[in-house]
């Protein structure tokens, strides 16, 4: 007999069935929520990261509703006298919401995850790089999963999916093309993330750019620099990638100047070193634990060349250095009476006996 013309022993097993899915209700709530969660919880409690409990907590709402839907199953496959239409209505009734379960206990995990992550573990180990790239990497997981669910349930229920996948490629091509230099910017971005040239905080220069300051935001498309002069600089990732970067933070912020000087032709030479050096070795700011060098190199083409150079703690106070280290130098050559010569050219002309009596011819009709 046929539903809902149902003889009384068939009655009594939809109602055994009903007790077993009342059963499984009852059961998973005590079972899961009274007994076995506490138990899990004190264990986990030990741990010192909250990792555990954060996957206990996603995991155990998905994991109550999957033993009712065990229990709905097993109920209905034991009433044999049920019409085929209605099993196979009941099966794929009970394979979308297994789909739907898994997808809720794999989108509470990647969720709880990525909290855990960017919350304790990125800061924690100051781990920047997690940070910023955790949010992005859990929102390409979370549309990956909803497009595997989706597919697995079409493909469960013979709908064509060979078509929608190649739309799908289809169309990811297009929007790569007509996104392509905002695609170039993320992709350098990763790259700068993981590679890590520059840190936030750190101060560069973009040499080709011509372009220097404090790192403020690395983020997916752009860099925040800072200039010297309060500015705030936002180069596309793809040209810093294109680019040579000079960190001048890295390894540490100390920090090594150079300059040249020239001192007059017959100048002393050891007197010109001990003078630099010493008038370099004065001003404040430069390291006193680290070598103070005046190195002649050059015969210039006016001068005697000495290139002078000194460390420094910090890259902070560069052009200000530049600025006492001259003041004290040519303060200190004036003091010990060394010229510094400007540029000059003495230049010689030779003519012949001919060209002197021609000359000579000149002047005398002039006068």
């Known amino acids: 007999m046929s539903f809902p013309g149902l003889s009384q022993a068939e009655w009594q097993e939809v109602g055994i069935s009903a007790l077993v899915v009342l059963g499984a209700v009852v059961i998973g709530r005590i079972l899961i929520k009274a007994i ?102 859990s929102r390409v997981a ?20 060979s078509g929608l996948v190649a739309t799908l490629g289809i169309g990811s091509l297009a929007i790569a093309l007509a996104a392509q230099a905002a695609l170039a910017d993320t992709i350098s971005g990763f790259i700068i993330m993981i590679d890590r040239p520059f840190r936030i905080g750190d101060r560069i220069e973009l040499l080709e750019l011509n372009t220097w300051g404090d790192v403020m935001d690395i983020g997916l498309r ?84 000495f290139r002078v150079r000194w460390w420094l703690d910090s890259y902070v106070e560069t052009r200000r250095m530049f600025d006492w280290l001259n003041t004290a130098i040519y303060k200190a050559l004036n003091e010990a009476g060394i010229v510094i010569p400007f540029p000059q050219q003495d230049v010689h002309h030779k003519i012949d006996s001919t060209q002197q009596m021609n000359f000579a011819k000149l002047i005398n009709q002039r006068k």
């Open 222 to 305: 752009s860099t925040r620099i800072r200039t010297r002069d309060n500015r705030m600089a936002i180069v596309p990732n793809s040209v810093i990638g294109k680019s040579l970067v000079v960190n001048h933070s890295f390894p540490d912020n100390t920090y090594r100047l150079e300059i040249e000087v020239g001192v007059a032709y017959g100048t002393d030479i050891e007197k010109a070193r001990a003078v630099l050096v010493d008038a370099v070795s004065q001003v404040d700011g430069v390291l006193k634990d680290q070598p103070v060098e005046a190195l002649f190199l050059e015969f210039g083409s006016s001068a005697l060349i």
């Open 142 to 161: 979370l549309i990956l999963l909803t497009v595997i669910a989706g597919i697995i349930l079409l493909g469960h229920f013979n709908i064509e999916v």
């Open 36 to 137: 076995l969660l506490p138990i899990l919880g004190r264990l986990f409690g030990r741990s010192r990261s909250s990792l555990d409990d954060n996957l206990l907590e996603a995991a155990s709402a998905p994991a109550y509703w999957l033993l009712i839907l065990a229990a709905f199953k097993a109920a209905i496959n034991r009433l044999d006298f049920l019409d085929l239409s209605m099993l196979l209505s009941a099966e794929n009734t009970a394979f979308a919401l297994y789909v739907l379960i898994f997808f809720v206990l794999a989108w509470r995990i990647i969720t709880a995850l990525t909290t855990w992550y960017t919350q304790e573990f990125a800061q924690r180990t100051d781990t920047e790089l997690g940070q910023q790239l955790m949010p992005f990497i």
